[in-house]
């Protein structure tokens, strides 16, 4: 089984950038499909993006156009790259990982790092 963790998190500016990278161990990525979520304080984990193949990403609404996810399988780790932070992407930010079943729901993800905190100011 695979294990994630993440790092790149920090406090920002609104309108700044940030990558948060996610390191696995154990297996490589490319069995996974890899997804981001985040959860902020008193609401629920919510959908990001996920990575389907290394050309097929799906993104939620909040942050389409906005962020990137990829992924690097030789270094075996998968990024989240947000571009035009706002103070609506304060989050705690989770890797996860799924093998064979495409959700967005994050009832079905597997494996899970730590998370990340990222804090977008005013």
């Known amino acids: 089984q695979v294990q994630l963790v993440e790092s790149g998190g920090g406090l920002v500016q609104a309108g700044a950038s940030l990558k948060l990278s996610c390191a696995a161990s154990?297996?490589?990525?490319?069995?996974?499909?890899m997804a981001w979520f985040r959860q902020a304080p008193e609401k629920e984990r919510e959908f990001v993006a996920v990575?389907?193949?290394?050309?097929?990403?799906q993104y939620a609404d909040s942050v389409k156009d906005r962020f990137i996810i990829s992924r690097d399988n030789i270094k075996n780790t998968a990024y989240l790259q947000m571009h035009s932070l706002r103070p609506e992407d304060t989050a705690v930010y989770y890797c996860?990982?799924?093998?064979?079943?495409?959700?967005?729901?994050?009832?079905?993800?597997?494996?899970w790092g730590q998370g990340t905190q990222v804090t977008v100011s005013t």
């Open positions: 996860a990982a799924v093998r064979g079943i495409i959700a967005t729901s994050p009832v079905f993800y597997d494996y």
């Open positions: 154990g297996d490589t990525v490319r069995n996974y499909y």
């Open positions: 990575l389907w193949s290394d050309t097929n990403p």
